[in-house]
């Protein structure tokens, strides 16, 4: 078996000239070649031999994206080491977690912030005995040195370290919505299989033409595998650094590609309809007939059939009008966007195909290498996760538990034992914790997750999260999670979009004053009171939010409300809140 990272000589050999990843410096976006990629990953690599990291060590990488993230990580493949990242929003504990459980003695720090964070951890008694930066606005303390004079004076030359079947490429730590974090082992050979199943799943035609823009943090195993995917076939991938600002890079960079999560297009939606809502009648109408016509050309795609001449035109049309302009704030060449991390409603992804915005959903684990099911390009079928990726094998266990086998299954949780033998059956089937079903075209449909069910007091069971994609879709509403474990009723706790609230409020005649205040208002209130009503009218009536509360800030990665994918830990929101919570429950 051969290492991750062999795709470096092979491109260069290819094409050597042809650029190989772009970042932002100084206001505007640069790009290395292949060439210059690998001569400068070559010298990091051996950089790190000089400093005494061997095959197997393990080094962290604590940052925002950037290329600096990637030319690290592919120096610490490269020679055989074991790359630990970590999420570039976690705090000094979990910081001090990771470096402890996996034994990192060298970590690559991002800003300022997470600089700090680091050289409190130096004189922790930690492994940690080194801090690499790469910005040079940083005042550097002991034990630290900047990436450029780190890797100065090394050689450009290197004999890439074969790895074989078992060895370790990374452990990634999954945040988990449950427990502590656990660092999750995946081989190079994992990687390699991974990416060659989704080139034979996709066919994609002239691959190194394309463009990706890594938004997603590389920390997380989505990002990262696509990312090693597409450089491992040549294509560019351009780094955001700061992902609030999105929307500006799409349109700089102009990708072909990029992965998301559900909630990057919730939001478009949610926003494309408020605007339509609130906007003429006659908008209203050239809106509907577009998203018709629309609908009509995606299920012929969708079907693989040809498209009448009189509807083609209808659709041009509709481009023209409607559909360009979202196109172009994208970017204007986006075409394949994997969207993976948490569930997205049939009614999001049928809208997108509808405007000639196909995404390409997908379901996978960190503890899966990413995709095990996904929306291949033709029959797909709406309010799935598509169909078996590669040699990926699925059974469905006892309370519908969905069980996977494949090579994109980890070797297990590091210095785990016990709970890598947990999640494994006696036949090796991985216990994924998501519950759901193989249709008869082979189509994986996700129930839930086995722990989110809830069972109210009257024993009824709730499946939360189609419930609270519902509510999300809206405009005016940025987070919710359901409580009704144990309950008599439905309870929610609501985070409100403040950007759509802040025009709200002023024809509702409310002055801001501040969130606190405003999220408790009458006006307010029964403003959200009727959007619930509205939205949850065809729901039966146990599944129904008999009460709920508005947040006045939004939920914080940093505090491990929610993941860095966004998705809510509830047990923690619960704990945090439950004052609030029990308020709800205490009136009768």
């Known amino acids: 078996m051969s290492n991750v990272t062999s795709f470096l000589q092979k491109n260069v050999n290819q094409f050597p000239e042809k650029p190989a990843i772009g970042f932002k410096k100084d206001h505007e976006w640069k790009e290395l070649s292949w060439y210059k990629l690998k001569r400068i990953v070559y ?92 910005k040079k606005y940083i005042k550097l303390k002991e034990n630290s040195s900047y990436l450029e004079t780190f890797i100065e004076s090394a050689s450009e030359d290197l004999e890439i370290v074969e790895r074989g079947e078992d060895d370790l490429a990374t452990l990634i730590y999954t945040s988990g919505t449950t427990g502590v974090p656990k660092g999750v082992m995946i081989t190079h050979s994992n990687f390699i299989k991974a990416f060659d199943a989704h080139m034979e799943f996709f066919k994609f035609r002239n691959f190194e033409e394309e463009h990706s823009l890594a938004f997603l943090p590389l920390t997380h195993v989505f990002e990262r595998s696509w990312t090693l995917l597409c450089l491992h076939f040549g294509a560019k991938v351009s780094f955001l650094e700061n992902p609030k600002l999105i929307a500006s890079a799409l349109t700089e960079v102009k990708p072909t590609m990029m992965c998301s999560v559900p909630r990057f297009y919730q939001k478009i939606y949610a926003g494309l309809n408020e605007m339509v809502n609130s906007g003429s009648d006659l908008k209203k109408k050239i809106f509907s007939w577009s998203i018709e016509n629309g609908a009509l050309v995606s299920e012929k795609k969708r079907l693989n059939q040809s498209i009448p001449f009189g509807l083609n035109i209808k659709n041009k049309i509709a481009n023209a ?68 990726l590669g040699d990926s094998q699925i059974k469905i266990g006892e309370n519908d538990e969905i069980l996977v086998k494949g090579s994109g299954i980890m070797k297990g949780y590091y ?76 309870t929610a706790v609501i985070v409100p979009n403040f950007e759509s609230m802040t025009e709200k409020i002023k024809s509702l005649g409310v002055t801001f004053t501040n969130w606190v205040e405003v999220v408790k208002n009458e006006k307010v209130l029964s403003f959200y009171h009727q959007l619930i009503d509205d939205i949850q009218k065809d729901l039966p009536g146990f599944e129904k939010i008999k009460k709920f509360v508005l947040m006045p800030a939004d939920f914080e990665i940093q505090s491990g409300e929610i993941t860095p994918t966004l998705k809510i830990k509830r047990n923690i929101v619960i704990q945090k809140y439950k004052s609030i919570i029990d308020a709800m429950y205490h009136h009768e």
């Not at 947990?422 to 449909?445: P, R, S, Y």
């Open 321 to 388: 009008l409607v559909f360009g302009k979202v196109k172009k704030k994208l970017g204007g060449k986006l075409w394949f966007m994997p969207c993976g991390g948490a569930s997205i409603s049939a009614e999001v992804t049928q809208f997108f195909d509808a405007m000639g915005i196909h995404i390409t959903v997908g379901y996978g684990m960190t503890e899966t290498t990413a995709t095990i099911t996904a929306f291949p390009f033709i029959k797909y079928k709406y309010g799935t996760a598509g169909k078996l």
């Open 415 to 490: 210095n785990k034992p016990e709970e890598t033998a947990k999640v494994f059956d006696e036949n090796g089937w991985m216990k994924t914790g998501d519950a759901g079903f193989m249709d008869e075209e082979g189509n994986l449909v996700i129930t839930d997750r086995i722990k989110d069910l809830m069972k109210t007091s009257n024993g009824k069971y709730i499946a939360p999260q189609p419930i609270e994609n519902m509510f999300s879709n809206n405009n005016y509403i940025n987070q919710i999670m359901l409580v009704a474990e144990d309950k008599p009723y439905v």
């Open 43 to 134: 010298k990091t690599a051996n950089a790190l031999k000089e400093n005494g990291v061997k095959e197997n060590d393990k080094v962290s990488i604590y940052a925002d994206n950037s290329a600096e993230w990637i030319i690290f990580d592919l120096a610490i493949m490269a020679i055989g080491a074991v790359t630990v990242p970590v999420y570039s929003t976690n705090g000094e504990d979990q910081v001090e977690y990771i470096i402890k459980d996996s034994g990192a003695e060298i970590i690559f720090a991002g800003n300022q912030e997470q600089y700090n964070v680091c050289q409190n951890l130096l004189n922790k008694g930690l492994p940690l005995k080194q801090i690499i930066v790469s």
